[in-house]
C-alpha cells in the first residue's frame, strides 16, 4: 500500500442531514470525506420489535424527527473519528460501541450509527479501487461470493390493507433462472400481467401489487398458474411473509389465538391449529418458505409446526424475523429449541457493518439459511445489495418491483452480475 492511498485513506470531515424515507419520515443521512471523495449513507428505519436495538427519534415531525440523533453525530462522533483510516472497519465500528457504551448503542441509537459505518465501508471500497461487495467479502473471509436469489414481493396483504389477504405478502422465487437477470425478468413478466389482468392500478407500501380475493387459496391458485402459463413451473417458487404478530390475539390466561378474518371458514385458530393450516398449504403449493408464521412470543407453535414438516418431509424454511430480529442470542435461543431453519437479517437491526457480518456467519454456523432483507421504511441506498452479495447470501427480500427505493437494490445485483465474477442462484433450494 503506497502513502498516498493511506493517506487518502483518512477521514477529512463527516456532514449528517435530515432526510426522507420512503414513506416520508424522516431518517439520517452521513457523508464522509476522504482524500478519495464524498461517500454517503442512509440508515432506514427499523422494524420497532422488543429485541431490536434503540432508534433515536423525538421531537417534530409528529414525534419522528431525528434532530437529537444529529446532535449527537456532530457533538459527540465526529471528532473521535477525525484522521482515522476507514481501512480498518472493524476498529470503527467497535470505537462507535466504545463511544456509545454499549454494545447495542443504547445511548446514540442505530440510526446514528449505521450510516456511518455504511459511508466508511464505502470510503474503503473507493480506497481499495475494488467494488464494495468485494470489500464486504474480504472483511467476511468469503471464499466465493453468489448472486442471490431474490424473494420478490407480488401481493400486499396485512393489517395495513382492507383486503381479506392477512399475511403480509405473498412473494415469488424465481430459483430455476439461469441469472440474476433472468430472475428479475420472470418477476416482471408475472407482475405485469397480472397488472393487465385485473387492472391493478394501486401499489403496496413495499411496492407490490393491492388486488383483492375471496381467500388465501385464491392468491395461491391465480400465483401458481401464472407461474405454469409462463412454463416456469418447478422453477419459480412461493414465499410468504405471514407476519402472524399482526393477526394474532394475545391474553395472560389463553393460548395465543389468530384472527385471520374472512380469508378462512373458521376465521380465528390456535397456534397449533394454525400450524396444521400452514402445512396443508405447503403440501399443495409450491411454498419454498413462510416467515413469522406465528407471533414471536408462541414459540412452542414454532417448534409444533417443525415437528410436522420433518414428519411430512417438507422441506421448506422457515425463516425468523420478528422473532430473531438480528440478535444472535436470540438465535442461539432458537436454535436450540428448534423453532426455526432460517433467520432474517436487516442491517438496520445489527447496528454497524461488523455487527451485520457476525449475524450472517452466527446464522451460517447453525446451518441456517440467511435472509437479507430491507425494511418497511426503505431508502434509496443500495448497500444492502452489495452486502448480500459481499457474504454470500443465498437469499434477498427487497420489496416489490413498483417502489424506487426497492428497485435501486434489485438494479445495483444486476449490476454486479454484469462483472461476471458471480454466479447466480442458492444451488440446494429446490422446489420439491
Not at 432460517?342 to 445489527?350: E, I, S, V
Not at 452489495?386 to 447470501?393: D, L, R
Request: aromatic content about 8%; charged content about 20%.
Amino acid at each position: 500500500m503506497s502513502k498516498e492511498q493511506r493517506q487518502n485513506s483518512l477521514i477529512k470531515t463527516i456532514t449528517c442531514r435530515q432526510v426522507f424515507d420512503s414513506h416520508g419520515q424522516p431518517a439520517v443521512e452521513v457523508e464522509i470525506l476522504t482524500g478519495d471523495g464524498c461517500f454517503r449513507s442512509i440508515a432506514p428505519d427499523q422494524m420497532g420489535g422488543q429485541f431490536e436495538p434503540k432508534y433515536t427519534r423525538e421531537g417534530g415531525f409528529n414525534g419522528k424527527g431525528v434532530e437529537k440523533c444529529l446532535e449527537y453525530i456532530q457533538n459527540e462522533l465526529v471528532h473521535p473519528l477525525l484522521g482515522i483510516s476507514v481501512q480498518d472497519q472493524s476498529s470503527i465500528d467497535a470505537l462507535l460501541a466504545e463511544i456509545d457504551g454499549s454494545p447495542r448503542f443504547d445511548k446514540f441509537g442505530v440510526n446514528c450509527v449505521l450510516p456511518i459505518s455504511q459511508a466508511c465501508c464505502l470510503a474503503n471500497a473507493a480506497n481499495q479501487r475494488c467494488p464494495l461487495w468485494k470489500t464486504i467479502a474480504k472483511m467476511a473471509d468469503t471464499r466465493k461470493c453468489a448472486l442471490p436469489v431474490p424473494l420478490v414481493s407480488i401481493f400486499a396483504g396485512g393489517s395495513a390493507f382492507q383486503n381479506v389477504l392477512p399475511f403480509y405478502d405473498i412473494q415469488i422465487a424465481p430459483v430455476g433462472a439461469t441469472s440474476f437477470f433472468e430472475a428479475m425478468k420472470l418477476v416482471d413478466e408475472i407482475q405485469i400481467d397480472f397488472i393487465k389482468t385485473y387492472q391493478i392500478k394501486q401499489f403496496g407500501q413495499e411496492g407490490n401489487l393491492l388486488l383483492k380475493q375471496k381467500t388465501i387459496e385464491d392468491y395461491l391458485d391465480i400465483l401458481n398458474n401464472q407461474i405454469k402459463n409462463i412454463g416456469m413451473e418447478g422453477k419459480i417458487g412461493i414465499c410468504i411473509d405471514c407476519k402472524a404478530g399482526d393477526f394474532c390475539a394475545k391474553s395472560e390466561k389463553q393460548l395465543p389465538k389468530y384472527e385471520l378474518g374472512n380469508s378462512l371458514q373458521k376465521p380465528t385458530m390456535t397456534g397449533t391449529e394454525l400450524a396444521d393450516f400452514y402445512v396443508q398449504l405447503m403440501q399443495a403449493y409450491p411454498i419454498l418458505s413462510l416467515q413469522d408464521p406465528f407471533d414471536y412470543e408462541d414459540v412452542d407453535s414454532f417448534k409444533y409446526l417443525r415437528l410436522q414438516m420433518d414428519k411430512l418431509q417438507i422441506k421448506a424454511q422457515i425463516f425468523g424475523d420478528d422473532i430473531v430480529q438480528s440478535q444472535i442470542d436470540r438465535l442461539s435461543i432458537l436454535q436450540t429449541q428448534r423453532a426455526i431453519n432460517g433467520a432474517t437479517l436487516r442491517l438496520q437491526q445489527c447496528g454497524t457493518v461488523t455487527q451485520a457480518i457476525n449475524m450472517f456467519k452466527s446464522i451460517q454456523a447453525v446451518n441456517y439459511k440467511a435472509l437479507v432483507s430491507g425494511g418497511v421504511h426503505e431508502c434509496v441506498d443500495a448497500f444492502a445489495a452489495h452486502f448480500a452479495v459481499g457474504v454470500s447470501s443465498e437469499l434477498v427480500r427487497f420489496g416489490g418491483l413498483g417502489a424506487g427505493e426497492r428497485i435501486c437494490k434489485y438494479n445495483e445485483l444486476m449490476r454486479i452480475e454484469e462483472c461476471g465474477e458471480v454466479v447466480y442462484g442458492c444451488q440446494d433450494w429446490i422446489l420439491q
